[in-house]
């Protein structure tokens, strides 16, 4: 499939957008990703990867309402299409594959 491979910060985004459901927006997804990698990534990144996600077909996007908090300001609501749930899919089984032969490792006690 090509278009479709996925970079590791691609999967992140992607991940989190799946995660957040219908809040996924682009502070949201900072704020998400760095909850849950420790990392905090820059804005003008995440609008970067959100752009070629959307490019490869992978994620959608529409604008909500304006709301008075940002004072009058649309955010830019993210979802996951059905390509970009294949492209995950995919990406967990050759992840998973490759755990699977690695000889004699466990992560049990490792950690």
């Known amino acids: 499939m090509k278009g479709t491979h996925l970079g590791e910060f691609e999967e992140?985004?992607?991940?989190?957008?799946?995660a957040l459901v219908q809040e996924a927006y682009s502070v949201a997804i900072c704020d998400e990703l760095e909850k849950h990698?420790?990392?905090?990534?820059?804005?003008?990144?995440?609008h970067s990867v959100l752009n070629r996600l959307e490019k490869k077909g992978l994620v959608k996007s529409e604008l909500g309402e304006a709301?008075?908090?940002?004072?009058?300001?649309?955010?830019r609501f993210y979802t996951v299409t059905?390509?970009?749930?294949?492209?995950?899919?995919?990406?967990?089984?050759?992840?998973?594959?490759?755990w699977r032969i690695i000889p004699e490792f466990s992560l049990k006690g490792s950690l």
């Not at 992140?12 to 799946?18: D, E, G, M, N, P």
């Not at 749930?85 to 490759?98: C, F, M």
């Open 67 to 75: 709301t008075q908090v940002r004072g009058g300001k649309r955010k």
């Open 37 to 46: 990698t420790g990392r905090a990534p820059k804005l003008g990144v995440v």
């Open 12 to 18: 992140l985004v992607l991940l989190t957008i799946a």
């Open 82 to 98: 059905h390509a970009g749930k294949v492209a995950l899919v995919r990406t967990k089984e050759v992840r998973d594959g490759l």
